[in-house]
């Protein structure tokens, strides 16, 4: 206890940021490294990071203790570490229901689906070569957290993947994201305890969704019947999970990329950085682009903003040359997307067309408009109501009003400028049954470019709120309230999950499925199922069958290609193939299918009955509820088929996705 005191919890901090940054870029630049030390160094890097990671939090804990109890703000310290437990404990809460339960079968997210089919596919063959869900191709898709939690599992094997991926990668980004974010604000000269106080709420608000509309809406129910249960779990989204940042609904690429744009905005905006932190700041700022291209574009734009607003008088405290980073960044990343269209793996196709100019009808101003709206507010209001507004105070302003300024630039150009898939790629999506354009929208998946620029502007609109209360002693413990009332509004959402574990968001419980690939070796095989939906919500999601690949990390055919997928050049033929064999009775061309293909197992669902059931060759191995599995076993062909005999689609006896295409049952 006291050697934690007499550590400098400013340096352990910048130290844990800094070996973050360093973990980021390598998971970035993971493709460069030689295989033969590729996961070593991932995981080392892993290690050293969480222990790090502890160090700061123990030290933080113990001198905020301590000074908390010396300063009379013992209150506020102890609100501050339940809201950080507990928000904490929410994100990882799917790991303590798998221990409870004794099986992890349980799945929440479908991204969090598609995050573990690439833990294991990369945990399978150490690099992107080989995709579990599309057999022959490589993934494309920017991996992120998954380099780590498949080097982290490879090398400690007695570990749950659960754990892992769930659990410890979920920590470290979490960890340290709430470290980052709060030494950002304290670059803007607010003192910590405001900062990682104001970090905790603002993590807790609903940025994915329409403030207004959701605020309304839970009006509306409150007037109805304010005893409903689901008004507080879910229809209340100001405390529901599945609205904030690092939650299932979020990549967990996105959650990499959120920690490590912050840890490196804080080297680059030190006040009096090393060469050596600004070099690594700008050089991991840039990496983002490797992790989540779109995130990139959020720091990017907050950064060149704010770097030119900076130049405004009045004079800085500390001449901190900003106005080359956005250069410099700008030049790397266009570096490292260079370097890694040279990858063996790299598909070498354009997706996205030139830009289309004109308006776009761009829909989503409720959910961006909101904040940055309110933080103008109050800059003006600071600079009305602070005329001999003291330096430290303006330079907060000056970071308020870049957030706000570079948010409302991405709106603009997000409705005036289009950037459209190209031809090819939506002429395969309709070649699966899929209408890309109508189900994306205009500029839907750019507009994730503005997620980062949301949240600073989040921190930005507490921190000046915060800065506009003069806090005396009485006003300290109403403070503290407030934050306790704030902080424990997850623990509701907590509990119910404990009760209620199908409550959470995408949740799927597929034993039955889990106990079927458990017969079958992950290794050697090569699967074709007759549903590839993913379960959540009665079938909602058509082909995205990430559950398939996820549990245990077999080999299949095609089990997704709404993720990426549809952009094959053989997607079409593959799910023709598909249609073909399931949708007819059984030929001689099943069998040579089968043969050519090197399919070694069928798995079919009840949900989707193949037209051959009860008349074909195959040998039933074993049955689970609804899925069974089936072995080609002693199968022969006579003659090869090349083309595949006529067939109707199946029809799915329940649920609202097509089984094999990209397609509900009503489309």
Not at 591 to 598: A, I
Not at 618 to 644: D, E, F, M
């Amino acid at each position: 206890m006291t050697v934690l005191t007499k550590v400098n919890s400013e340096h352990v901090i910048t130290l844990t940021l800094a070996l973050a940054c360093i973990t980021g870029l390598t998971v970035g630049m993971a493709d460069l490294v030689p295989n033969n030390i590729r996961f070593p160094l991932l995981s080392s890097l892993s290690v050293v990071w969480f222990l790090l990671l502890t160090v700061s939090a123990a030290v933080c804990l113990v001198k905020g203790l301590s000074s908390s109890i010396r300063n009379g703000y013992s209150s506020l310290f102890f609100a501050i570490v339940a809201g950080a437990s507990i928000l904490t404990f929410s994100y990882v809460q799917l790991v303590f229901l798998h221990v409870i339960n004794g099986d992890d079968s349980l799945s929440w997210g479908i991204d969090w689906r598609y995050y573990l089919n690439h833990v294991q596919a990369i945990a399978k063959y150490s690099d992107l070569s080989n995709s579990l869900d599309y057999h022959g191709a490589p993934i494309t898709y920017h991996v992120g957290p998954a380099w780590l939690a498949a080097a982290i599992w490879t090398a400690f094997p007695s570990f749950k993947l659960s754990f892992v991926a769930f659990g410890l990668i979920y920590l470290l980004m979490i960890g340290t994201a709430v470290f980052a974010m709060g030494q950002f604000l304290h670059r803007f000269y607010l003192k910590k305890w405001p900062s990682y106080s104001i970090v905790l709420v603002t993590l807790l608000m609903p940025l994915y969704v329409s403030p207004w509309r959701e605020f309304t809406d839970f009006i509306s129910a409150l007037g109805n019947n304010i005893a409903n249960e689901e008004l507080w779990v879910g229809s209340f989204n100001f405390i529901n999970q599945e609205n904030w940042l690092y939650s299932p609904n979020l990549m967990a690429s996105s959650s990499l990329a959120l920690t490590i744009g912050f840890s490196s905005m804080c080297l680059i905006l030190q006040e009096k950085p090393s060469i050596l932190c600004r070099v690594l700041g700008l050089v991991s700022f840039s990496s983002v682009v490797l992790i989540k291209p779109q995130y990139f574009v959020g720091f990017f734009l907050f950064l060149s903003t704010y770097s030119v607003i900076d130049l405004l008088p009045p004079k800085r405290l500390h001449q901190n040359r900003l106005i080359l980073a956005p250069l410099i960044t700008f030049s790397l990343a266009c570096l490292y997307l260079a370097i890694g269209s040279t990858l063996p793996w790299a598909s070498g196709e354009e997706y996205f067309s030139f830009p289309r100019f004109g308006f776009t009808g761009f829909t989503r101003f409720s959910l961006y408009f909101v904040l940055p709206s309110i933080l103008l507010v109050l800059s003006i209001a600071h600079l009305t109501l602070y005329k001999n507004i003291n330096q430290k105070r303006f330079l907060l302003v000056k970071g308020s009003l870049s957030a706000s300024i570079s948010i409302f630039v991405g709106i603009i150009t997000l409705s005036f400028i289009e950037l459209p898939q190209t031809e090819i790629a939506i002429e395969r999506a309709h070649g699966v049954g899929w209408d890309l354009y109508n189900y994306l929208g205009r500029n839907i998946n750019i507009a994730q470019s503005l997620q980062p620029i949301l949240l600073i502007n989040g921190l930005f609109v507490m921190a000046l709120l915060f800065k506009l209360v003069k806090i005396d002693a009485r006003q300290r413990y109403a403070i503290s309230l407030i934050l306790v009332l704030s902080m424990l509004a997850p623990l509701n959402m907590v509990l119910h999950h404990f009760k209620e574990p199908m409550d959470g968001q995408d949740s799927v419980d597929e034993k039955n499925l889990k106990n079927t690939l458990s017969k079958i070796p992950n290794r050697g095989t090569l699967l074709l199922s007759s549903d590839i939906a993913d379960q959540d919500g009665d079938f909602q999601r058509p082909s995205r069958g990430m559950l398939l690949t996820s549990y245990y990390g077999h080999n299949f055919y095609v089990s997704n290609l709404s993720y990426m997928n549809y952009r094959r050049a053989d997607s079409a033929a593959r799910i023709t193939n598909m249609s073909a064999f399931f949708g007819s009775t059984w030929s001689n061309w099943h069998g040579c299918w089968l043969l050519d293909k090197q399919i070694t197992h069928v798995l079919t669902n009840d949900r989707c009955i193949p037209k051959w059931v009860g008349n074909n060759p195959l040998q039933v191995t074993h049955r689970y509820g609804n899925w069974t599995a089936w072995s080609r076993k002693n199968l022969t062909c006579s003659s090869i088929i090349s083309t595949p005999p006529s067939f109707e689609s199946m029809k799915p006896t329940y649920g609202q996705a097509s089984c094999l295409q990209v397609s509900r049952v009503e489309d």
